[in-house]
């Protein structure tokens, strides 16, 4: 078997936010790569991977995959963070790459199988009004998406008032808006009542609440949305308020996806268990890789929910490619999140899965079925950029307090 010889991070994109890890082994040519996305802290994860995860693991045999990921997992003593998770998934992704290209096999064969001939993705419409939302919603219907979430501009909008128009104390903070809680749900009501009226209900409707709103409203929300039957309703509670989703249980059939922001088993595992969401969208690279991630899913498969991971706009193709291997070979998966990358990032990435008209898919090459070209990969990047730190957008209410996102 394989002997892991080096792991080094590359970092790619102009921001500098893709990590993408190799795992070097002693068979020549053998090698895996790996996604380890963070956006935010990106050089804590590069650190906990080249600086305290992989000189313990110059040495190990590649193949013993479960075995790397649990004494990795708990070699730090303290565990289940977004920082050492990433590190681990980068880590644990890229080992799968190596076992199925030993094997001569995708990763989805490794996994069981494909249950799909395809994996169905739900795209990304916006608009700045009701009108300009229903156009980019039937853009999408033409192009044969089989589910469309639906916003108005950036995660919040329909709640923000420009700060010049709000009720404000007279010492008030700078900020360009302020962000209104109950506008927010008045307005999303709304924008649905709206688009039902328009589209009918043919169309499968998604909507990202993205954590803002007090539980009272969250449950508020979810009910009044039960009369135009959202394929889901995601994020309305943030992880520190996972406990209302029995109250949402209890008061309506708006069916329920989260996990975006969850890290440890204790926030999926009482929803899960207690059977009080559909969806569980939890990021492949956040949640430690393709080990624990399968195991999630054949969790879910047998209390009801379904898989629905989570990519959006700053992941990298890698992570999507594992998202997709276990898309094909969970057979309760629901639906995965689109994502779109220019033309010369994909050409860094050869054997990246191709997305058309809605649908995900994959190649028959053994391991990911993806590579990372190094050299343009390296030249995405712009270093000015990447010194740039980067931090979620704060909204704030109009005494000044801050939304948790």
Known sequence: MAKITGIKCIRTRATGTWIIVKVLTDQPGLYGIGSAHDYNVTGAVVAAIEEWMAPRLIGRDASQIEDIWQSTYTSGYWRS?????AALAGIDIALWDIKGKEAGMPVYQLLGGPCRAAVPCYAHASGRDFQELEDDVRRYM???WPVIRC????????????????????????????????????????MFEYLRARLGFEVKLTH?????????????LAKLLEPYRLFFLED???????????????????PQAVGELFVNVQEWLPLVSERLIDF?????????????????AHLCEW?????????????????LTASMHLDLASWNFGIQEENHF?????????????????????????GLGIDVDEEKAAKLLDPERARVPRYVAEDRKADGTVVRP
């Not at 963070?81 to 998770?85: A, I, V």
């Not at 329909?158 to 927010?184: T, V």
């Not at 990202?208 to 508020?220: F, G, S, Y």
């Not at 209390?303 to 992570?319: C, K, L, R, S, Y």
């Open 236 to 254: 309305v509670l943030p992880p520190e308020q996972i406990g209302w989703y029995r109250i949402i249980r209890q008061q309506c059939t708006t």
């Open 280 to 296: 569980i969208r939890c990021r492949v690279s956040k949640v430690g890789g393709i080990t624990p991630a399968q195991k999630i």
């Open 342 to 366: 220019r033309p010369e990032e994909l050409e860094a990435f050869p054997g990246h899965p191709v997305l058309e008209r809605g649908y995900l898919y994959p190649n028959d090459r053994p």
């Open 81 to 85: 963070g977004p920082t050492l998770n």
């Open 208 to 220: 990202d609440v993205h954590e803002h709103l007090r539980p009272t409203l969250a449950v508020m």
């Open 142 to 144: 033409e192009e044969g």
């Open 303 to 319: 209390f009801g929910v379904q898989i629905a991971w989570q990519e959006g706009g700053n992941t990298d193709p890698v992570n």
């Open 151 to 190: 916003q108005l501009g950036p995660y919040g909008g329909g709640g923000f008032i420009e700060a010049a128009q709000a009720n404000r104390p007279k010492n008030a903070w700078p900020a360009a808006r302020i962000f209104d809680e109950e506008l927010y749900v008045e307005t999303i009501v709304r």
